[in-house]
């Protein structure tokens, strides 16, 4: 199985500010992942896939990166309704998630 | 506007058989797209258990392979996941999903609980 290993666990940032989630895989994954938000009380919504593609409908402030092993996600000028799980799944070999990022606003 | 819900017993003695129902509106599940159940542990790590393709085919998670089972009834636009034989680890928030291997279209999810 491919390892998704993500950090950090949890995150405290301020209204305005630039977030960054990383998650680290196992092995060489080719850009295909995908990144997830997770309002408490609510289902996943896909933010982005195939590493840096945006899915419909997400704000343009969401955006992601990364080749090879290593990923992330940036979340620009920090809002409110961003306050949220964040987890990413790679989909190269099978399917595995990472263990998630818990947002907050400090 | 696609819609998934989840349904199904909350609790599940240990040694049975754990059955979900995914309803989907707002699609037609044989038009395309692949349907899949995806679990969440206690402790957050998740699990894509498997799926069943618009055409009736299945695909599971080699770790699941000999105790799960995903079917459909197109006439009600549902489909279905049966795991066999569930232990204390199965407990889960289990999650219908549109994709194979990217989740466009989440159910709420429903909580399963194992336990005598």
């Known amino acids: 199985d491919i390892q998704m290993t993500q950090s950090p666990a949890s995150l405290s940032a301020s209204l305005g500010e630039t977030v960054t989630i990383e998650c680290r895989a196992s092995?060489?994954?080719?850009?295909?992942l995908a990144w997830y938000q997770q309002k408490p009380g609510n289902s996943p919504q896909l933010l982005i896939y195939d590493a840096n593609s945006l899915a419909d409908g997400v704000p343009s402030r969401f955006s992601g990166s990364g080749s090879g092993t290593q990923y992330s996600l940036k979340i620009n000028s920090l809002q409110s309704e961003d306050v949220a799980s964040y987890f990413c799944?790679?989909?190269?070999?099978?399917?595995?998630f990472g263990s998630g990022t818990k947002l907050e606003i400090k | 506007e696609i819609q998934l819900q989840e349904s199904g017993p909350g609790l599940v003695k240990p040694s049975q058989s754990l059955s979900l129902t995914c309803s989907v509106t707002?699609?037609?599940?044989?038009?395309?797209?692949?349907w899949s159940w995806i679990r969440k542990f206690p402790g957050n790590k998740m699990e894509w258990m498997g799926y069943i393709s618009n055409s009736g085919s299945t695909n599971y998670n080699p770790s699941l392979k000999i105790r799960i089972s995903i079917t459909r009834d197109t006439s009600k636009n549902q489909f279905f996941l049966q795991l066999n034989s569930v232990t204390t680890e199965d407990t889960a928030t289990y999650y219908c999903?549109?994709?194979?291997?990217?989740?466009?279209?989440w159910g709420q999810g429903v909580m399963v609980t194992v336990s005598s």
């Open positions: 799944q790679q989909y190269n070999n099978y399917l595995t």
């Open positions: 999903a549109r994709g194979n291997y990217v989740f466009d279209y």
């Open positions: 092995e060489d994954i080719y850009s295909n």
């Open positions: 707002g699609y037609t599940i044989t038009s395309g797209y692949d």
